[in-house]
Nanobody, 124 residues
Framework: QVQLVESGGGLVQAGGSLRLSCAASGTTFNWYVMGWFRQAPGKEREFIAAISRTGDNTHYQDSVKGRFTISRDNAKNTVQLEMNSLKPEDTAVYYC?????????????????WGQGTQVAVSS
């Protein structure tokens, strides 16, 4: 069983930055592809970014490319999401997720384990 706990959310002005972190426990962390997703009120949960087990490969949703960076530290069992140039439309609850697989996945239903989420609010 994998436990995921996100942190780092908050309120920021448009153009600002936030760094989200997700701590994993209860498993061998480097067995898992890690992903970040978000869900805004009234909308479906959407893929943001994912990183391979070793951290060598990443994949992003087009709307965040060049602004967000996903990274992981397998020694510390953590995955981060650095978010820059934030926009009001980035406002959502952000979730980290894990899937035991060798390849990056993007659909939310393919991820087995989820954190509780952290709120990000971007004011205009």
């Amino acid at each position: 069983q994998v436990q995921l706990v996100e942190s780092g959310g908050g309120l920021v002005q448009a153009g600002g930055s936030l760094r989200l972190s997700c701590a994993a426990s209860g498993t061998t962390f480097n067995w898992y592809v890690m992903g970040w997703f978000r869900q805004a009120p009234g909308k479906e949960r959407e893929f943001i970014a994912a990183i391979s087990r070793t951290g060598d490969n990443t994949h992003y949703q087009d709307s965040v490319k060049g602004r967000f960076t996903i990274s992981r530290d397998n020694a510390k069992n953590t995955v981060q999401l650095e978010m820059n140039s934030l926009k009001p439309e980035d406002t959502a609850v952000y979730y980290c997720a894990a899937v035991h697989t060798g390849m990056i996945r993007t659909p939310a239903p393919e991820y087995y384990y989820w954190g509780q989420g952290t709120q990000v609010a971007v004011s205009s």
